[in-house]
């Protein structure tokens, strides 16, 4: 039989009410004929009181211990999902990472999966048993620990199932009923797209649209998983959501499909830094080996030997990016009169494939910037975006603005 | 270095606090050179609610998903404590049951343990490691699923690993600080016993007593594990609680050392049964299969060939128990008149090894009982136990006189 895979997050299994209605799903896609995986993650809110627990005894905690914590929130939902199936008469059983086993790295909690083998699951498949309930978010390690993916991790372990048993479409239940061309909250105009590529979903996702966790999005492109994000909370709509799929899949022609934002970035900035050859290095050097992610640069031009070095950040990793600037700047490695940090900008991009081949995208934003009196922080580039740093105050000003001018609102 | 294991209940790890007072004793024994195993239950109050889930969704629960979702609180809380006795500089770490494993058989929910291999916590302990947090109550299943040991199976977990390692002794911290002589809510003049034997504890545990779990009583009597009850709560106090041990250790001769109570026993009559040979199998026989635990019995004298049958099981097993009997009656193989179930009833009884040697101990009993005007409706005896069947509202009277008449508040 064909092998569907459904993911339902955190508030789509909040409760006992809500695992039901998520059963019932499930229980639609087992009359159809499938064969389904069912992938959860802990109810809303525990993986947090957990996380919360662990944080208080040890801020520098045991990553083996925390992910033996805070991946049992998991467990909890896979053995009431099972129930209830079975309580619907479907025939049901859970399997906690290990038991699976999702075999992953030892790089605890932000753990890479190594291998999923089927058969287990498969022979029970094969005896009559119509869904087979996951623990999302947790593996094992080679020593036999319990490793978790990440905040997020469930869809990673969604789409590595999918990969694994060749399943038909991985589909991600979550609160929202789709992927959308930018934040409805923000932008009242905002339409929810049918079909987003995977390269577009991927610069959404790591630029901080938070539909889906950028790993299971690499996966799925990798592995050509279809991969659909629907709502589980929305009774009466059987909107059949986002699909991501491959981008020959997608039939208009579209230059932007989204605009993204970020307040959790930072600008730091180098002033009267010595120039010489070799200064990025020893600069950027440092930043990475304290764990500091540098997404944008920007390098002034130089004058009488001194120039200013700009770079954007995480906020929660400016104290980390000081502390290694001032170790390189005390073992003389750097030169620098000042360093900068302002943490009072946000990120706004504009994402679409259609950027690879139309040229003027790059004007366009920046003249809808200008007209509307947001001054340019910082500038950065992709194949398929275009980030821009501005003040925080002008963010949703510029997502509007933005959409507008691209006329995402026609889209859908 | 010689090992110890130290139990800590729900109440013992209710919350991060509580959890860092009980770890703090674990480093009191470190620090005294022991290698330490610590068995830890889930927070208080977070099985029940797990229950709880389990209950509302399916009433016929699969009692492999049941051990699935009820066994995943004492991860939580061994994850924790690992990390807490890190935080204090005590090389610490968790095992889950399948981890270790804890091999069980697969009477899920109410699980035997098999075996527990030494090998791979004593090669931590040899490599510097001086903490094994359990989880307690879970193992593993020949089949791989997790199974739990029934309510209260930590204590079992705990003696099993005493047993495994030799240790020397196995401390049980509860909310209570040790036994008994009977429960100082209902008698004032109760004491705190110092040292208790192996039968006596058994005993008590299954009469209702319910500071230990029985089978971990019965495990420790056939091991030999030296077993010691004591509060994790009492922060000034620093008393040795309650020893359970074998008969020879105890010094002082008493004849009871303790008086137990049941509020959950039902009378049960079969008024009128046709007495014949093999009347009493064909009574007993329906009831043992369909689970009911009958404790006493009473047949009364046959007139006309017929009479009366009284025996006692749990208040709720009694609709089982209707069950059954009529079931029997309608395929014809028992015959009565009518079954009276009482559940105003309530079991006392006076426990003591001494009974063994000692005569009068019951005419005392009945006598005393008689004094204060309580009527005994149903009588049972074993070696060190003598146990009666009364009106419910009589219980705490019948417990105090009792515990005057054998002057047990003498008792240490």
């Keep these: 039989m064909p092998v569907l895979v459904m993911k339902f997050g955190g508030t789509s299994v909040a409760n006992l009410d809500r695992i039901k209605r998520a059963a019932k799903r499930v229980g639609v896609e087992v009359a159809k004929g499938y064969d389904v995986i069912v992938i959860v993650s802990a109810m809303a809110g525990r993986t ?5 627990w662990v944080d208080e005894i040890s801020p520098l905690y045991d990553a083996r211990e925390y992910d033996a914590v805070v991946g ?36 605890h909690s932000a753990a890479r999966i190594l291998d999923i083998p089927p058969d287990n699951i498969r022979a029970k498949f094969a005896e009559g048993m119509r869904v087979a309930v996951i623990a999302g978010f947790q593996g094992v ?28 479409r991985c589909d991600i239940y979550t609160d ?34 938070k539909v889906l966790q950028t790993r299971s999005v690499e996966l799925a492109m990798r592995y050509g998983v279809k991969l659909r994000v629907l709502s589980s909370l929305n009774e009466q709509s059987d909107s059949a959501g986002t699909l991501v799929c491959d981008e020959e899949e997608i039939m208009e022609t579209r230059v932007v499909s989204g605009i993204a934002y970020s307040r959790e970035e930072a600008k730091m900035t180098l002033v009267s830094v010595a120039d010489r050859p070799g200064i990025a290095a020893a600069i ?56 900068i940090a302002d943490t009072d900008v946000a990120k706004v991009s504009a994402v679409g494939i259609g950027m ?44 509007q603005a933005l959409h507008d001018a691209f006329e995402l609102e026609k889209l859908a």
């Design 48 to 52: 947090n009181e957990l996380v919360g």
């Design 72 to 107: 049992s929130g998991e467990n909890v939902t896979a053995g009431l999902m099972a129930l209830t199936l079975q309580e619907m008469d479907v025939p049901a059983r859970s399997w906690q990472g290990w038991q699976v086993p999702l075999q992953t790295n030892s790089a």
């Design 141 to 168: 390690s080679p020593e036999g620990r319990i490793t978790t993916l990440g905040r997020g991790g469930s869809d990673t372990t969604a789409v590595a199932f999918a990969a694994a048993f060749q399943a038909e």
């Design 176 to 209: 929202v009923d789709g992927v959308y061309t930018t934040d409805p909250r923000i932008c009242s105009k905002a339409r929810k797209l049918d079909r987003i590529s995977f390269e577009e979903m991927l610069e959404l996702a790591s630029l901080g649209a």
């Design 284 to 339: 950027f050097g440092p930043l990475s080996e304290a764990g500091v992610n540098v997404d944008m640069i920007i390098q002034n031009i130089s004058e009488e030997g001194r120039t200013d070095m700009t770079f954007s950040c995480p906020t929660d990793q400016v104290k980390r990016a000081e502390k290694a600037l001032a170790e390189a700047k005390a073992r003389g490695e750097i030169n620098y009169h000042d360093l």
């Design 356 to 399: 690879r081949s139309q040229s003027g995208v790059a004007a366009r934003m920046f003249k809808t910037l200008s007209d509307e009196g947001i001054n340019i922080k910082v500038i950065a580039t992709s194949e398929i975006k275009i980030s821009v740093l501005i003040d925080r105050k002008y963010m949703e000003l510029a997502v």
